[in-house]
């Protein structure tokens, strides 16, 4: 499935193009099927093993470089759920969730704008329910995919099969802060006995598009229009005679209760025996009522059930468990960045411009593996040009060769170890 896409400011919110599809910026290759691809293309066999050489180098110094944002994001979030003061947790609120948002775009998610959202129908035709998402309840609520595909979903329903194509969003993390009421002791008025102002924050994996309000907390099942017609209409015309046969009834019970209470006189034997019979009447028809009630409340729970079921079978992680996976997924990104950069200069020569890159490395991917991706070229130049691998030949952009390179890399990882201007000076 081709998904087009435009080049976009990181971080920011995207919709679907004009045909409903969204564009895709991930590499969704594994890292080590994508260096074996790059090794064998356009490398001798001794540069090959200098490049791998190289690449596995640059997932160490990713990973360094990462390491203080994992520490940072865990130590923002245990800060926010310790914190009592309004004021202070706003400010905490506010730096986690730059932080994770900037996280999330160096991994190359992608925010689902809030249009597109509420464009999300609260109809599941394939799981036969309808919702409703407390939005109410919600300060913040922010919804980032990763990865697109289009799959064919099929539903038999009585003696005839259905079949849709939807789009599959592969990784998806949710980000809901609550309102703060300023009592920080309520519970239960939030889904889940959450505690107002703090901070919730799941994925998961291969969600349907249209099912992305489900993800949010604190969403319920509700009687859809089918299940009204299906639960109402019977009780509607059966309850047509059972109300013809209360009114008089009601009658008759009136009578005898006067007779009762020494309001009236005495009460007959034909009309006890109609007192009987307006009792059963009475009873019939809280029976049939209590048997529409469970009616209902049995297809609201196999519903709840199937609803339930989606969400639990699609989390991947919650909370600062997050941070862990997004982490690890930034800095697998950002070395795929650089290397499919590198590579398409080393190997295949200088280019004039970014553009001239850009269609290079896509063309590369497409050709290779059958993606189409918007490859974030700016961002993979800036790394380059910071890790020192970047020269200009002439007035084209151009790499130095793979004995520089590895000799850059190696006088940086030094550097961040190098503690020599840190010692305590003589006497102290």
């Known amino acids: 499935m081709h998904i087009s896409g435009r080049k976009r400011r990181k971080n920011a919110a995207v919709a679907p193009d004009r045909a409903g599809r969204l564009p895709m910026h991930a590499i969704r290759v594994r890292r080590s099927v994508l260096v074996d691809a790059l ?7 001794g540069d090959e093993q200098r490049f791998r050489t190289l690449c596995n180098f640059l997932g160490a110094y990713f990973h360094h470089e990462f390491y203080a944002r994992l520490t940072s994001l865990k130590d923002l979030h245990a800060r926010l759920h310790e914190c009592r003061d309004t004021a202070s947790a706003t400010a905490l609120h506010a730096e986690l969730e730059r932080g994770l948002v900037a996280v999330l775009g160096q991994a190359n998610f992608e925010e689902m704008d809030t249009t597109a959202i509420a464009q999300g129908s609260s109809a599941h035709p394939h799981l036969e329910v309808q919702t409703r998402t407390p939005h109410d309840q919600y300060e913040t609520a922010r919804i980032f995919y990763r990865g697109v595909r289009e799959d064919r ?14 789009d599959v969003l592969e990784d998806v ?20 006995n959450a505690s107002p102002g703090s901070v919730l924050i799941k994925s998961f994996r291969n969600v349907a598009r249209n099912e992305l309000p489900m993800l949010l907390p604190g969403v319920e099942v509700v009687m859809s229009r089918k299940d009204a017609i299906l639960i109402g209409g019977p009780a509607l015309l059966g309850g047509i005679p059972v109300a013809l046969n209360i009114l ?27 007192a009987v019979g307006a009792l059963s009447a009475l009873v019939g028809a809280g029976a049939f009522m209590f048997r529409q009630y469970a009616s209902y409340a049995f297809r609201k729970l196999r ?25 690890g997924a930034a800095e697998d990104q950002e070395i795929k960045e650089v290397i499919l950069a590198y590579h398409a200069l080393l190997a295949h020569g200088p280019v004039r411009t970014s553009t001239d890159l850009d269609r290079r490395v896509e063309a590369w991917l497409e050709r290779n593996f059958g993606l189409s991706v918007d490859f974030e070229v700016d961002d993979a ?15 084209q952009l151009a790499v130095g060769g793979l004995d520089h390179a590895l000799s850059g890399l190696d006088t940086l990882w030094d550097r961040l170890y190098d503690f020599r201007d840190s010692k305590p000076a003589a006497g102290t």
């Open 248 to 274: 008089p009834a009601l009658s008759v019970m009136l009578v005898l209760a006067g007779a009762w209470l020494g309001v009236s006189g005495t009460v007959k034997q034909d009309d006890m025996m109609k």
């Open 381 to 395: 130049l800036s790394k380059l040009r910071r890790l020192g691998f970047l020269s200009q030949d002439g007035d």
């Open 153 to 166: 979903l099929t539903r038999r329903r009585l003696l005839r099969r259905h079949e849709w194509r939807e």
């Open 173 to 192: 993390v949710i980000f809901v802060r609550f309102r703060d009421t300023g009592n920080h002791q309520a519970t239960g008025a939030l889904p889940g």
């Open 39 to 45: 090794a064998a293309d356009g490398l001798t066999p």
């Open 303 to 327: 519903y709840q059930k199937r609803l339930a079921d989606n969400v639990y079978f699609r989390n991947v992680n919650n909370d600062t468990g997050v941070f862990d996976t997004l982490i």
